[in-house]
């Protein structure tokens, strides 16, 4: 979809799911966990991973996995570019491509990650939740998924 074949309302729920996913990469640098989990639903389902091996049901489950996986990390910085959107009837499908750089607490060398975000985004209220992300990753540097 071209920027002229949205309506003013589509243009904006697209505004709203892309500052969900810049405040995405603000919270999980700040290691604010709750706020991570308050940009999903209850419900949710999250897949990351070489191949998806890691999956996660809700938001609850991946507020909880969060500090053990990052506790290893003394800093992140997690940036996405090129974001695409697809919209209708309440649902937006969104991909992204990520670079994630960690420095890690105990002083090995940095590590580094490419990848893809893909979301389906729900409205909740006035709001849109991820619903459903997959992390695919297309390479990775001094890290293992």
């Known amino acids: 979809m071209t920027s002229s074949e949205y309506t003013e309302g589509q243009v904006a729920d697209?505004?709203?799911v892309s500052r969900t996913l810049d405040q995405y990469c603000r919270l999980i640098d700040e290691r604010d966990?709750?706020?991570?989990?308050a940009l999903f639903t209850p419900d949710c389902t999250l897949k990351f991973g070489r191949d998806h091996p890691l999956i996660i049901r809700t938001s609850r489950d991946y507020r909880e996995w969060l500090p053990a996986r990052l506790e290893?990390?003394?800093?992140?910085?997690?940036?996405?570019?090129?974001v695409q959107v697809r919209s209708g009837q309440g649902v937006i499908l969104?991909?992204?491509?990520?670079?994630?750089?960690?420095q890690f607490a105990d002083g090995a060398p940095d590590g580094l990650l490419w990848g893809e975000y893909h979301d389906?985004?729900?409205?909740?209220?006035n709001?849109?939740?991820?619903?459903?992300?997959v992390?695919?990753?297309?390479?990775t540097q001094n890290m293992k998924l």
């Open 14 to 16: 697209v505004g709203k």
């Open 127 to 133: 709001e849109y939740l991820i619903d459903e992300r």
């Open 135 to 139: 992390l695919r990753v297309v390479d």
């Open 72 to 82: 290893k990390f003394s800093k992140t910085r997690h940036q996405i570019s090129d």
């Open 33 to 37: 966990f709750d706020g991570v989990a």
């Open 120 to 125: 389906r985004f729900i409205r909740v209220g």
């Open 94 to 102: 969104s991909s992204c491509r990520l670079h994630a750089w960690h």
